[in-house]
């Protein structure tokens, strides 16, 4: 385990991420990854994409990063997307008031906790601005909408923002995506990509950002009939945290499967659990320590205002428990809401077994009464009473109903509506499917690897940093080095790293330095292998009798133990796939 500054000095000496435009004074919230960094991020987004998309049958999409403003209306976003923000009376500076309160106090997730309620914290425990000093008490505090803002094309004709979350994306989509899965539920969708939020004080290197990685999974189900497949996840065990136990006095996390807390009733929704479960087995194949990681519940007072039912995976970094993803129940809030707000049906047809017959109430409104008697508002009356026929045909039992249409209600004799009640044969029903929701963060997911992967010991008497970074993650697979640039090792270690190259490993090559600096440079990346071509491969080195002692053999070393074994280069490339892949382990060769 690093602290905060080692690992981020690391990062920046290995070319894992540093803050951006740093030429200019760097940019607040914004990093760049560098070689190895974008190598193992990458890495990260492969395993998510095998994991939450090839495995479970899901498609995949990109969508734009800048969409219209009535998307964000009918989403919520526009009214609902806010952190509470304070700003210092005397250096300006504006903070995020509940990270304030809970770096200050013992009180968690003061996200939860209503505006004045945290105004009263604020001015309890005396807080102060972390920039000034200056006391915060009776400082207002206001809801800030972290959405970035722009225009779509020349002038402010058309609002556009940046997409806060790569969800939007799909949802609005759903008609076309319905299409594709041949309106066959459930259907899942991926995608991976770039979301931005205005963050009021990023901080802790890539745990707040402003511009950062989602991978999402949007599962449509019916809510009636579709079961995940539980079994195939019921026994893993992962520390779980529900809402009662954070605010019972002397609750703790506690350990148990995933079948358990679904039959406990401790995770609601099966679908949740059934996520949950491949969550932590994906979590523990990219480098997360499963001793500081749990699953803990929404409060009610945080949870988001599309979800039913929320779960955090939380990882403990720095002394602190962060956030690494949520998995939401989202019912029919989006589909619905796009519905309304849309020109599209936000539905699937659900088709009966057999053909049922039922009776359906009708209106055939006599526009030759609602014209003179509504003028311009007779078209929407009509679409009203349609609406109310559908939604409570008991409406239309007195001698006139009453509809409403923008906010203003309209009388209608019920015999000018020609209502009636027929019976119709159906084949099946149009249904708006619900959202199963896993959101992960690729960024945050990365930053854990690095600190929990990270080490320190020594090595013949000298101090090493090194990362255990998974094979299957790591930047880099393999380091080649010659023991010496000369005498033909130069060469014979290039053309390896040729071979090594077309078999698809991910190798980098080095002769800079004393055999045992190269080491160190690689294993501070994370590089599970290093290769080194010496004397004995070129057949130049002799045994006891005189003989070439181990020709066309190279020293293959391991990362985490320094062993070495030799093995043959027509099995070298074979050899480092089957361990990168995890199909052999070092001990076996």
């Known amino acids: 385990m690093s602290d905060g500054g080692d690992l981020v000095e690391l990062a920046k000496r290995r070319g894992f991420f540093l803050q951006s435009a740093g030429a200019y004074g760097g940019v607040s919230g914004f990093y760049t990854f560098g070689p190895s960094g974008a190598a193992l991020k990458q890495n990260i987004e492969d395993t998510w994409r095998n994991r939450f998309a090839i495995q479970e049958g899901n498609m995949e999409v990109d969508a734009p ?54 105004e009263e914290l604020i001015a309890e425990y005396e807080l102060v601005c972390p920039t000034c000093g200056t006391g915060l008490a009776g400082q207002a505090i206001e809801d800030f909408n972290l959405m970035f803002e722009t225009n779509i094309g020349p002038g402010s004709a058309d609002p556009g923002y940046l997409r806060p979350e790569t969800a939007q994306g799909i949802f609005i989509e759903f008609p076309q995506l319905a299409e594709y899965a041949r309106n066959q539920l459930p259907f899942g969708v991926t995608q991976i990509g770039r979301a931005y939020r205005n963050e009021i004080s990023p901080r802790k290197s890539l745990l707040r950002v402003r511009e950062f990685t989602q991978a999402e999974l949007e599962l449509f189900v019916d809510p009636e009939e579709d079961e995940p497949a539980l079994e195939a996840v019921a026994d893993v065990t992962a520390p779980f945290y529900p809402a009662a136990d954070q605010e019972a006095a002397d609750g703790q996390p506690y350990e148990a499967t995933i079948r358990e807390v679904v039959d406990d009733g401790v995770v609601g929704k099966p679908w949740i659990a059934y996520y949950l479960g491949v969550a932590k087995q994906w979590y523990e194949s990219i480098g997360v320590d499963m001793d500081r990681f749990r699953f803990r519940q929404h409060l009610s007072g945080e949870r988001a205002h599309y979800a039913a039912d929320c779960w955090d995976a939380e990882a403990e970094v720095d002394g602190d428990w962060i956030e690494l993803g949520g998995f939401a129940y989202r019912s029919d809030y989006d589909l619905s809401k796009h519905d309304s707000y849309s020109d599209e049906e936000f539905t699937v047809f659900k088709q009966y077994d057999e053909p049922v017959t039922v009776e359906r109430a009708t209106v055939d409104p006599d526009m030759s009464y609602l014209g003179p008697e509504f003028g311009g508002s007779a078209g929407a009356v009509a679409d009203a ?31 000018k509506t020609n209502f009636g009640v027929e019976e119709v044969i159906e084949s099946g029903e149009h249904i708006t499917p619900h959202v199963v929701e896993p959101s992960l963060g690729i960024d945050r997911a990365l930053y854990t690897a690095l600190d929990h992967s990270y080490r320190e010991d020594e090595v013949d008497g000298e101090e090493r940093t090194y990362l255990a970074l998974p094979q299957e993650v790591a930047p880099t697979t393999v380091g080649v080095f010659p023991l010496m640039d000369r005498d033909g090792m130069g060469e014979y270690a290039r053309d390896l790293v040729e071979k090594l190259r077309a078999a ?86």
Do not use: W
């Not at 609406?387 to 209608?412: I, K, M, T, Y």
């Open 385 to 415: 009473l349609e609406a109310l026929a559908e939604r409570d045909p008991d409406a239309f039992d007195e001698s006139e109903v009453v509809v409403e249409v923008d906010g203003e209600s309209h009388a209608v004799p019920v015999e």
């Open 504 to 589: 698809g490993l991910a190798v980098t090559y080095d002769d800079s330095g004393a055999i045992g600096r190269r080491y160190r440079r690689q294993d501070e990346v994370g590089t599970p292998f290093c290769v080194t071509v010496d004397y004995a491969t070129l057949g130049e080195a002799r045994d006891d009798e005189g003989e070439p002692a181990a020709p066309d053999t190279v020293t293959v070393r391991e990362r985490d133990t320094t062993a070495q074994k030799r093995v043959p280069v027509a099995d070298l490339p074979e050899t480092l796939t089957a361990l990168r892949d995890g199909e052999r382990t070092f001990d076996d060769l």
């Open 65 to 118: 990063t800048v969409m219209p403003e009535p998307v964000f209306e009918a989403s919520g976003h526009l009214d609902g997307f806010d952190d509470m923000l304070v700003e210092c009376p005397e250096c300006g500076e504006s903070h995020r008031a509940d990270h304030i309160v809970e770096d200050n106090t013992d009180i968690e997730e003061a996200e939860s906790i209503p505006v004045a309620e945290v």
